[in-house]
Nanobody, 116 residues
């Protein structure tokens, strides 16, 4: 069974940075299209960044130029570097597969709160 464990969240002031990590076990991420999702309170979960097995990246418009997704296949880990954080980035962040769809079991996520 695939297990996803996210970490690295916290409370940060506007303009600050955080780096999230997601360790995947139970499968290899080497050939998977992986992504970071987030869900703000009262809103739908959205995909904010993704990375293909070949390393091609994609971002939702609101985080372009501020967030960077990367992966270390040897460690089965996906990262999300978040810079210049804004209050609207406040959410629980999750990682999961993007294509051909997310794994059924989501991790607990990691809370990111951007506030002064």
């Amino acid at each position: 069974q695939v297990r996803l464990v996210e970490s690295g969240g916290g409370l940060v002031q506007p303009g600050g940075s955080l780096k999230l990590s997601c360790v995947v076990s139970g499968t290899s991420t080497s050939w998977n299209h992986m992504g970071w999702y987030r869900q703000a309170s009262g809103k739908e979960r959205e995909l904010v960044a993704s990375i293909t097995s070949r390393g091609m990246t994609s971002y939702t418009d609101s985080v372009k130029g501020r967030f960077t997704i990367s992966r270390d296949n040897a460690k089965n880990t996906v990262y999300l570097q978040m810079n210049n954080l804004k209050p609207e980035d406040t959410a629980v962040y999750y990682c999961n597969r993007v294509s051909p769809g997310p794994y059924p079991s989501w991790g607990r996520g990691t809370q990111v709160t951007v506030s002064s």
